[in-house]
Structures are given as structure tokens and as C-alpha cells.
């Protein structure tokens, strides 16, 4: 039984230790989450201090996905600062687990950011994937619409050539 649910900075920061090792596991399984290999325990930390200083300033939200209280997948709600986009917000930071892919969880995790988004009043959503992935495939199901791609956009996860990224947005 899959449960999401937003954490309060408290909890998000009591379990910084879970949401690093679900990034590195990501980034060591190949998933282009703006990371190259060698991915260290460092270099997770790092990102997720600053972004937990963000969410305690109120600047993201951010969702844990559990199974029997082990968590298997994180995403965040990026609010957008500008002050005439008020009712916008990115996606980012979508990771399920490697060994629980494929079993819904990614879906259950989009579709309660999306209820979060919408009870905070954040009714266009923006996103952007590594083209030809699971991420694409599932946001394009999910209703999201294709705005673009880019080409050469980022450098793969193994260091080796580059790979394209397609945008998505969803009005809520
Ligand atoms: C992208 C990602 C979050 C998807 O998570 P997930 O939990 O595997 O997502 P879902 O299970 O909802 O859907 C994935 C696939 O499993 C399938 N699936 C879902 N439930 C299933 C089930 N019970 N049985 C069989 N297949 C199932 C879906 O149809 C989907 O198939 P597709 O990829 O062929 O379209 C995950 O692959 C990941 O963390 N990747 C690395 C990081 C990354 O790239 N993040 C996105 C950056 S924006």
C-alpha cells in the first residue's frame, strides 16, 4: 500500500538521510536528474540542504511517497517567485526508487503534487524530462501537455554525450 504525502520542513529534515539515498540511487541508476557520475553521498547532501533551506522558506513543498514507512519516492513542488506568476510552479526532483518502478508509484506521486498545487492556488504546472524516458511517457498520460524539446540539452548521467529534454505544462 503506497501513501503520499506532503512533509512539514520538520519531518522533510528528520529524514534528509532517506530523500539523499533515493537521489543517489537515481542518479547510479541512470536517471538524468542534473547529476553526473561519480554521484556521492556529498553531493546529494549538498543539494538537499539547499533544498530543504528552501522548503523551510516556504519557497517549494516537498512529497514522500511510503510503503510499510520505508520511503520510495520523493517530487517536489517549486514555486515560482515572480510576483505576476503568483499561480505558477515547477515540477522537479521526481524519484521513485529503481527496485519499486514500474508499480504506479511514479503516478500516485504526480497526481497528489498535482491536488497540493491546486490547493495552494498553483494552477499551471511546468516540467521538463529527459526525451524518450518513463518520465515523458507518463506526463504525457497524465494529461500534460508537450510544449518542446530541446536537443543536446544536458550531459548524460555517465559523463558520455548528451541528451535532449522535452517540456511539458499543465493547466490545473
Ligand atoms: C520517472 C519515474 C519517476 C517513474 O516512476 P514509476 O514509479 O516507475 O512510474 P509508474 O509506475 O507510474 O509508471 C512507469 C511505467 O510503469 C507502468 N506501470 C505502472 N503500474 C504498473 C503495474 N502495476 N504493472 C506493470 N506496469 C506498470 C506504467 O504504465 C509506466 O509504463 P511506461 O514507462 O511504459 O509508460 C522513475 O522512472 C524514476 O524515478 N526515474 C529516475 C528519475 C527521473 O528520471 N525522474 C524524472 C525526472 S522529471
Given at each position: 500500500m503506497i501513501?503520499?504525502?506532503?512533509?512539514?520542513p520538520?519531518?522533510?529534515?528528520?529524514?534528509?538521510?532517506?530523500?539523499?539515498?533515493?537521489l543517489?540511487?537515481?542518479?547510479?541508476?541512470?536517471?538524468?536528474?542534473n547529476?553526473?557520475?561519480?554521484?556521492?553521498q556529498?553531493?546529494a547532501?549538498?543539494?538537499?540542504?539547499g533544498?530543504?533551506?528552501?522548503?523551510d522558506?516556504?519557497e517549494?513543498?516537498i512529497?514522500?511517497?511510503?510503503?510499510?514507512?520505508?520511503?520510495?519516492?520523493?517530487?517536489?513542488?517549486?514555486?515560482?517567485p515572480?510576483?505576476?506568476?503568483?499561480?505558477?510552479?515547477?515540477?522537479?526532483?521526481?524519484?521513485?526508487?529503481?527496485?519499486a518502478?514500474?508499480?504506479?508509484?511514479?503516478?500516485?506521486?504526480?497526481?497528489?503534487?498535482?491536488?497540493?498545487?491546486r490547493?495552494?492556488?498553483r494552477?499551471?504546472?511546468?516540467?521538463?524530462?529527459?526525451?524518450?524516458?518513463?518520465?515523458?511517457?507518463?506526463?504525457?498520460?497524465?494529461?500534460?501537455?508537450?510544449?518542446?524539446e530541446?536537443?543536446?540539452?544536458?550531459?548524460?548521467?555517465?559523463?558520455?554525450?548528451?541528451?535532449?529534454?522535452?517540456?511539458?505544462?499543465?493547466?490545473?
Open positions: 501513501a503520499v504525502r506532503s512533509l512539514s520538520q519531518e522533510a529534515r528528520a529524514r534528509r538521510a532517506e530523500l539523499a539515498d533515493l543517489v540511487d537515481s542518479v547510479q541508476s541512470g536517471g538524468a536528474v547529476f553526473v557520475w561519480p554521484m556521492t556529498a553531493k547532501d549538498a543539494w538537499w540542504d533544498a530543504l533551506a528552501s522548503h522558506a516556504g517549494r513543498l512529497l514522500a511517497a511510503e510503503s510499510g514507512g520505508q520511503m520510495v519516492g520523493t517530487v517536489q513542488l517549486v514555486l515560482a515572480q510576483e505576476n506568476q503568483r499561480f505558477r510552479a515547477d515540477v522537479a526532483k521526481m524519484l521513485v526508487l529503481s527496485s518502478r514500474r508499480q504506479g508509484i511514479g503516478a500516485a506521486l504526480l497526481t497528489a503534487v498535482e491536488e497540493e498545487a490547493r495552494i492556488g494552477t499551471l504546472l511546468t516540467l521538463d524530462t529527459r526525451t524518450g524516458e518513463s518520465g515523458e511517457r507518463l506526463y504525457a498520460r497524465m494529461g500534460w501537455q508537450r510544449f518542446g530541446v536537443a543536446d540539452y544536458a550531459i548524460n548521467p555517465d559523463g558520455k554525450g548528451l541528451h535532449g529534454a522535452t517540456f511539458f505544462f499543465k493547466k490545473l
